[in-house]
């Protein structure tokens, strides 16, 4: 790839992310998103993942959702494809204090490189068990384009992102996800995913949307 196609793309991604920033106050609540994941490669085919997650809503002011996550990944199918099952324990503030989840959630990651990019769509079905309603089904999926950069030995990926998810249940499309980020290695096996998400959900036939800054640290052994 050129390196005018290169600086256009690094362009592309500084505005998406500035652009969501600018209205971030002006459209729905600003939220801080904090994530800590670690990897552990059993060997080159399967793979052990523990990730945690904090949200921070209402202006970054109150502490309103947590979940923990373990799973494993298969890559041993084909090169194009990683295969998981994983099992997400999830707490949430609600008007009726807080209540929890259980949502084993089953993926399929399909991976492409193409001119230098990167692209990856995961496909996740999830079997959602809320405690206090009924069972249900949902399925996300996440569509990513990044292209990895080096500037004097710093290696770091910009890339934007579209995720959709579908409740099965009410029959509709009902939460969009808009990312744009960039993941920074900052040694050999840790790295941080910095990015802004620009969230719609549709609530009682009204949609409401959340700007949010998020941050991800990724371990890997």
Not at 131 to 159: A, C, H, I, M
């Amino acid at each position: 790839m050129s390196n005018r196609g290169k600086i256009f793309f690094v362009a592309l991604t500084v505005i998406l992310f500035l652009s969501g920033a600018c209205f971030a106050f002006d459209d729905g609540d600003f939220q801080y998103w904090n994530t800590e994941n670690i990897s552990y490669k059993i060997n080159e085919d399967w793979k052990i993942k523990v990730e945690e997650e904090f949200r921070f809503g209402d202006g970054v002011s109150d502490f309103y959702y947590q979940h923990s996550d373990v799973g494993v990944t298969y890559a041993g199918l084909a090169e194009w494809l990683d295969v998981g099952v994983n099992y997400r324990l999830a707490f949430e503030e609600g008007s009726n204090g807080w209540e929890y989840e259980n949502r084993p959630h089953f993926n399929a990651t399909l991976k492409h490189k193409t001119d230098g990019f990167s692209l990856s769509n995961r496909g996740r079905l999830e079997w959602r068990m809320p405690e206090n309603s009924n069972t249900k089904w949902r399925y996300r999926n996440k569509f990513t384009v990044g292209y990895p950069l080096e500037l004097d030995q710093f290696k770091f990926t910009p890339y934007v992102a579209d995720e959709v998810f579908v409740d099965f249940d009410a029959g509709e499309l009902n939460r969009n996800r808009l990312y744009a980020g960039a993941n920074f290695k900052i040694i050999k096996n840790l790295s941080l995913d910095v990015f802004y998400l620009w969230q719609f959900s549709k609530k009682s036939k009204h949609w409401i949307s959340y700007n949010v800054l998020g941050t991800k640290i990724k371990l890997l052994f």
